[in-house]
């Protein structure tokens, strides 16, 4: 399969501890966010999302948070595992218009 | 079906010729998206469509490149006289905005 994020910035945790993933958004105007996980070989997999009338949701193990003065998202994932290797990209969106991803980070879980 | 089905899997063609990459939504989804994505890069936005009106197709390269979804489900994205840099994962999603987008297993187009 292909190999995703060659080049992307990389995030180095240790097992059963909490990963944090941050990313910088370009539209002001965007009310609606989403965190994609791509391991390699596969296609984007929906992790978690937040609209803007929101600062923090909280799903299983993982939580988002957004900071709208800023442009700031951030994904945290509680006690890491190793399965949760894999290219993790954010994803903005503003009503029905596209869905524009930012750059990705992948995160390396070590025993 | 369950999921976002595209295909070919994989698509080997010769320089030149004309390629059309098929994607079937998940039914009843609105909003349907094609991406494009290099190794080591993020999807990279080509052009959207909300049941079958094209909403944005400043993402195509250039016009070689042209996608439609006359019944607003299926979707086409066509490339017309391939070249080796239209080599890429070519991939779809479908969703809405209130339910975050679901992505399909893509099309490796090798253009040779």
């Known amino acids: 399969g292909e190999s995703v994020g060659l080049h992307l910035p990389t995030l180095s945790v240790q097992e059963g501890d909490n990963s944090i993933i941050n990313c910088a958004y370009s539209?002001?105007?965007?009310?609606?966010f989403i965190w994609y996980k791509q391991e390699s070989g596969k296609g984007p997999q929906f992790i978690i999302d937040?609209?803007?009338?929101?600062d923090k949701r909280q799903g299983q193990r993982v939580t988002v948070l957004l900071n709208k003065t800023v442009k700031h998202l951030s994904l945290q994932i509680a006690a890491t595992q190793p399965g949760d290797s894999a290219v993790y990209f954010c994803a903005e969106n503003k009503d029905t218009d596209k869905l524009i991803f930012g750059t990705g980070t992948r995160l390396q879980v070590f025993p | 079906g369950a999921g976002v089905s595209q295909s070919p899997r994989y698509k080997v063609t010769k320089r030149g010729q004309d390629v059309a990459l098929r994607c079937d939504p998940i039914s009843g989804h609105v909003s349907l998206y094609w991406y494009r994505q290099a190794l080591g890069q993020g999807p990279e936005f080509l052009t959207y469509?909300?049941?079958?009106?094209?909403?944005?197709k400043s993402g195509l390269p250039n016009d070689r490149f042209s996608a439609e979804r006359p019944e607003g489900s299926i979707s086409t994205l066509t490339i017309q006289r391939t070249e080796q840099r239209d080599s890429a994962m070519y991939r779809c999603?479908?969703?809405?905005?209130?339910?975050?987008?679901?992505f399909g297993s893509g099309t490796r187009l090798t253009v040779v």
């Open positions: 999603a479908s969703g809405a905005s209130t339910e975050g987008y679901t």
């Open positions: 469509f909300n049941y079958e009106a094209q909403q944005d």
């Open positions: 937040i609209r803007s009338n929101m």
């Open positions: 539209n002001s105007a965007s009310d609606y």
